[in-house]
């Protein structure tokens, strides 16, 4: 089986989102389920937003409050003039949000790409918070363009040329059109392909799809983004908050070789193989991703 053929993947959004002022902005998200015990915070990456989420929230919030937000620029949240979209405007943005949104509660973290960038950092630095964290494909610093597999370097090296970079991914919106279904095993319903176009149509919107590949930690820069990954990644490496992680072969960041010399080696550590997979498990394996979160769920209460 390639992908959860057994239960339908719906393209239904079947939540209401809220909407807060962040920071003179305003974020939207969904907040659901059970209104006691900690939350579980689901963050996701580019170039999606909460509706990537759809289709496991339903699996989860019958025994937590499930939290998912669009981070800025991303989904209904704001497009900010002026912000350059960097990691560090997305991880004031998301501490502002989390401190108005659960100031003191426990949380299960649930991450994947950028999102897990932005939530480990958020964990690292609020540790006695955490009860868990679940993760895939998430972002780890590279000491090169050596270890993607080549057809993602050969996709990503041009979008940090910073012309040919903003010709593809602002005119042409690559990473919508191209990147995001190439990197789903079934293929994206148009309603789908809707759904995550629609925050993008302008292309002044593009700017976070622009911003992010440029962010991508490689041989040491940008600096800063570096020294995040770089820390929350030896923080990984030694915390004993239980984990779930997520994982499909071959991916696309993840690889078999990165399970095995560092997932497997992570303290508390239950680990799901999913199958055949690339990048966005949540669109191929979203029942089966769910019930595991909601089976481990309770071990972290």
Known sequence: MAYDSSQLI??????????????????????????????TIFLHGNPTSSYVW??????????????????????D????AGLEYRIADHQRYLDAFLDAVLPTEK???VVHDWGSALGFDWARRHQ???TGLSFFEFVLPAPSWDVFP??????????????????????????????????????????????????????????????FPNEIPIEGHPADVWEKVTKYIDWLSHTDIPKLFF??????????????????????????????????????????????IAQWLPEQK
């Open 10 to 39: 719906s393209a239904e959004f079947p939540f209401e989102k809220q909407k807060i002022e962040i920071l003179g902005s305003h974020i939207a998200y969904v907040d659901v389920g059970a209104s006691e015990g900690s939350a």
């Open 54 to 75: 759809r289709n496991i929230i339903p699996h989860v919030c019958d025994n937590s409050r499930c939290i998912a937000p669009d981070l800025m620029g991303f989904g």
């Open 77 to 80: 949240s704001d497009k900010v």
């Open 107 to 109: 949380v299960t973290l």
């Open 128 to 130: 006695d918070r955490v």
């Open 150 to 211: 080549p057809a993602v370097a050969e996709n990503f090296i041009p979008f940090r040329d910073p012309k040919l970079g903003r010709e593809l991914l602002i005119n042409q919106n690559v990473f919508i059109e191209k990147i995001l279904p190439l990197n789903v095993l079934r293929k994206l319903s148009e309603e789908e392909m809707k759904q995550y176009r629609r925050p993008f149509l302008q292309l002044e919107s593009r700017e976070p799809l622009w911003r």
């Open 247 to 292: 994982w499909a072969e071959p991916a696309v960041v993840i690889t078999k070789d990165t399970v095995e010399n560092f997932v497997k080696k992570l303290h508390n550590t239950k680990i799901v193989h999913l199958g055949p997979g690339l990048h966005y498990f949540q669109e191929d394996y979203p029942h089966t991703i769910g019930r595991e």
